[in-house]
């Protein structure tokens, strides 16, 4: 397969003694690798027509072959490589011999790692997050919209067909993210889904080294990243470990019976997720929920299989350090193995100790997230290194807590009491707080379209503590007229598409409602970028009183009061309460309205609204 990365591989096969196509490399992963890494080790996956016939042998100063090892199918071998610490950049070739003669010749790769990778630094709460599903943002390449031999094709009138979305359209509209305050981009995958329909999503992968050619090129996505972080914004991508698509390339030639769960059949997951930390769940519950698969298009991955295993770590740290990134989103974590999910974790933050990586836990239950992240003592003695999940139960509250009335068990209570669960995460600070995301409905639709609600939303998650993520179109009210089909929320963002009447780039055709949202969430956005009390201020928050929360952020250096108002009438919030915070006569002044006032003795909080304080 012709792969579309910055690297010479040849492969030359030799005409000896009737051998003449009996013997073929159709696949050797990783295709190139690095030098100074903190592992010396590499596993080389060799996939090819009788491989396992032929012996590996090479000779580079620096690299030797520790271990050839066989499995169940002939057309695989897995070559385990020593990289010594002095091994220099550069190209050996690998012989497959049968004998003393040599069949196939594979030329080999050893780049120099860049200065200061191990050190990378991942996202943080000074960070926003903007998520992106690529098919759905921007066409930058209509000439890309549809490939040859690969059958999904483009179709705008199709609410879950591809529409034409892709790397260069991102790059195009680097300068939106940038201005409107973004730091990072979370981009869904990006790897090839050569599925038959429904492969605009990236979540079937059926090659795990090569970007969809639909979406662009290997070398396209590297340079995206390398653009993006000239303007101060890094790049997460989205990964699969759980399972891969059915049209996956070594679906039709397994390494061994073992690689795919449930022997290869179809057996849907029972969703139970909590049986992995229940005390009494029986191992044929967990067996299940961890063994069975999403859809028949996502045959389940076994990590338990060591190849496999090693393969997808291998394949991780590989887009590290190919792509330069500044994290990773998980999907599906509490899915794979658990043991595997500790090692993966584990083996990829020690060779990149300052790296961040969020895991997609989807649950309400704070407990059950809690118990991935690092650090977590847990019950049954699971080491998790996990540094970040996606605060799924803050997103819950935050809803009900502005689509309730207020009593005394509805409204606010709920989002402070969530809150207040914060004691069972080892480090809350580096979870990721969001409004909405690619899997539910748009957040203006689950607060029944009412724009104070929105602003309310807009104003808590960026300023409440961890790192806020914002999914595409939120800044302009998106809507998913469609209730909870995916291609619906999913839309495409007005703007991306030569042709479209509305421009949500430049502001062209949206309503006074979008604009007016567009320009309060990048006041925000920019406010929140500099600003080192949002960052890693101390939190501070009292009880709901009549209809409204407040919260501090402090540091030595400053203080933010932010109040939400939810009534209909403008509330006198007396200051007295807040003692502990507002010392005598300070002067406060409002990022959103602008207004300066006293703190003295009172508050006027105009009704339906969010105050955010600046305190001096």
Same mark, same amino acid.
């Given at each position: ?31 190139? /690798?690095?030098?100074? %890494? ?34 169940? #199918? ?27 003669? !040599?069949?196939?010749?594979? @030329? ?20 926003? %997050? ?18 040859? =031999? +690969? ?5 705008? *009138? ?90 996956? /390339? ?23 997720? @909590? ?21 028949? !298009? ?16 291998? #394949? ?15 999907? @599906? ?7 595997? +999910? ?20 989807? @649950? ?43 009593? /005394? ?30 899997? %539910? ?8 379209? #009412?724009?104070?609600?929105? *602003? ?17 179109? !939120? ?12 291609? %619906? ?17 430049? =502001?062209? =055709? ?11 969430? *990048?006041?925000?956005?920019? /406010? ?29 250096? =400053? *203080? ?57």
């Amino acid at each position: 397969m012709k792969r579309l990365i910055a690297v010479v591989i040849n492969v030359f096969l030799f005409v000896n003694l009737g051998f003449s196509g009996e013997y073929k490399i159709n696949h050797l992963e990783p295709a190139f /690798w690095w030098t100074g %890494m903190k592992n010396s080790n590499l596993q080389l996956l060799v996939h090819g027509d009788n491989i396992s016939e032929l012996k590996p042998e090479l000779d580079y100063a620096g690299v030797s072959i520790e271990k050839v090892s066989y499995v169940q #199918n002939p057309n695989y071998l897995f070559i385990d490589l020593k990289l010594r610490d002095k091994v220099k950049a550069g190209e050996f070739d690998i012989l497959f011999k049968k004998g003393k003669k !040599t069949i196939l010749n594979y @030329t080999y790769r050893l780049l120099e790692r860049e200065k200061g990778s191990a050190n990378r630094i991942g996202f943080t709460s000074k960070d926003v %997050m903007y998520l992106i599903t690529p098919d759905r943002f921007a066409n930058g390449n209509p000439n890309n919209d549809s490939v040859k =031999g +690969m059958p999904d094709t483009v179709n705008r *009138k199709d609410k879950s067909g591809r529409h034409g979305g892709d790397i260069k359209g991102i790059i195009d509209h680097l300068d939106y993210i940038l201005d409107m305050g973004f730091t990072s981009i979370w981009i869904n995958p990006v790897l090839e889904n050569n599925q038959p329909k429904l492969s605009y999503h990236g979540y079937s992968i059926t090659d795990y080294y090569e970007v969809d050619k639909r979406f662009g090129s290997n070398e396209e996505y590297r340079k995206l990243s390398q653009l993006a972080k000239e303007k101060g914004i890094g790049l997460i991508m989205d990964m699969v470990v759980n399972h891969c698509g059915s049209e996956h /390339w070594w679906m039709k030639d397994l390494p061994s019976q073992d690689w795919i769960n449930c022997n290869g059949k179809f057996k849907r997951t029972s969703h139970k997720r @909590t049986t992995v930390q229940d005390k009494y769940a029986s191992k044929e519950d967990l067996k299940q929920f961890a063994d069975g698969w999403f859809v028949k !298009t996502m045959p389940d991955l076994n990590q338990r299989n060591e190849f496999l295993a090693k393969y997808l770590i291998q #394949n991780t740290i590989w887009w590290v350090e190919y792509a330069g990134l500044q994290g990773i989103r998980m999907d @599906t974590y509490p899915y794979p193995d658990a043991d595997f +999910m500790s090692r993966w974790t584990r083996e990829v933050m020690e060779e990149y100790p300052n790296f961040n990586i969020v895991g997609e836990e989807w @649950t309400t239950n704070p407990a059950l997230i809690s118990y991935w992240q690092k650090g977590k003592v847990n019950h049954d003695d699971y080491k998790s290194y996990l540094p970040s999940l996606m605060d799924f139960p803050i997103q819950n509250a935050l809803v009900e807590a502005l689509n309730k009335e207020e009593t /005394w068990s509805t409204g606010w209570i709920k989002l402070y009491e969530m809150l207040a669960n914060d004691f069972l995460y080892p480090n809350p600070d580096n979870l990721v707080i969001f409004p909405d995301n690619h899997d %539910m409905a748009r957040i203006f639709d689950q607060l029944n379209r #009412n724009y104070e609600s929105f *602003k309310m939303a807009m104003a808590y998650i960026l300023t409440m503590r961890g790192i806020p993520q914002i999914y595409y179109g !939120t800044e302009i009210l998106a809507k998913s007229d469609g209730g909870g089909d995916h291609g %619906m929320l999913r839309s495409d963002f007005p703007g991306g598409w030569s042709g479209d009447k509305v421009n949500a780039f430049t =502001g062209k =055709g949206l309503s006074v409602q979008e604009k007016d949202a567009q320009d309060f969430l *990048k006041k925000l956005l920019i /406010w929140r970028k500099d600003n080192e009390i949002i960052h890693n201020g101390k939190l501070i928050h009292y009880a709901p009183d009549f209809g409204v929360y407040s919260y501090f952020r402090h540091t030595d250096n =400053g *203080k933010v009061m932010v109040i939400l108002n939810k009534n209909k009438e403008s509330v006198q919030l007396e200051t007295k309460r807040y003692h502990e915070m507002i010392k005598g006569n300070e002067m406060a002044k409002d990022i959103i309205s602008g207004k300066s006032f006293s703190m003295k003795d009172s508050i006027e909080v105009p009704a339906r609204s969010a105050m955010i304080l600046e305190i001096n």
